[in-house]
């Protein structure tokens, strides 16, 4: 049993932290010269001068636009933007507030608002809210707010063994994605009932001092 909780535990952790290596990528890619070929022109002092100026790299040569790229680090690649395109989208239609949008049009009310593309709102709550209205997500963060409490009284609690407190991990770590995602709640993608299964887990786990009664 210990060994399937540490597998399951370990898939759901690495699934969780692509987003991290998509930043570190982007900024290590900033950083590298640009790689271009060269010949060795004739043995003469301006040629050795010509030849050392080129092996310098310029300061804006790099695969990516640096710029963009700290745009990016700065927006968290345009989810601001998009967060704030919540306010413009309710006003266009309040109703979204109490029963969401039809799920064909969640994506197209994001997009009016923004004036550009984009695929969801790179939230679940956020998602959750525009699909479902304010109903859903209280009842969400009332999950969520539970989730969040066993979760700490299991780490907090010595007894609990190994393999229980490693099941607090890739739900913390779907969770954590969640807010830069919007896989979870109200989709039907493999993250998302992941995530429901490994939070049932985390509810059986009995409180052995009784910090939280579920």
Request: glycine share 4%; with cysteine.
């Amino acid at each position: 049993m210990a060994a399937v909780v540490f597998t399951v535990a370990l898939l759901g952790l690495f699934s969780s932290i692509d987003f991290v290596n998509d930043i570190a990528s982007l900024e290590n890619a900033a950083t590298l010269p640009v790689q271009t070929a060269q010949t060795t022109p004739a043995s003469t002092p301006a040629a050795d001068a010509a030849a050392e100026a080129k092996a310098t790299p310029a300061a804006s040569d790099s695969f990516v636009d640096r710029d963009h790229v700290d745009n990016n680090i700065r927006t968290l690649s345009s989810r601001t933007e998009i967060y704030a395109a919540v306010k413009p989208a309710m006003q266009k239609r309040p109703v979204t507030l109490l029963i969401g949008n039809a799920i064909d049009q969640v994506v197209p009310a994001l997009q009016d608002a923004l004036g550009w593309e984009a695929y969801h709102w790179h939230n679940s709550f956020i998602q959750t809210l525009m699909t479902a209205g304010v109903p859903a997500l209280l009842l969400i963060l009332a999950f969520s707010g539970l989730l969040v409490a066993k979760g700490v009284c299991i780490v907090l609690d010595q007894s609990m063994s190994m393999a229980e407190q490693a099941l607090v991990l890739p739900v913390a770590g779907l969770f954590l994605h969640g807010v830069l995602e919007a896989f979870l709640f109200v989709s039907f993608g493999l993250q998302n009932m992941l995530f429901f299964l490994l939070a049932g887990f985390l509810f059986a786990v009995p409180n052995k001092h009784k910090i939280l009664t579920m």
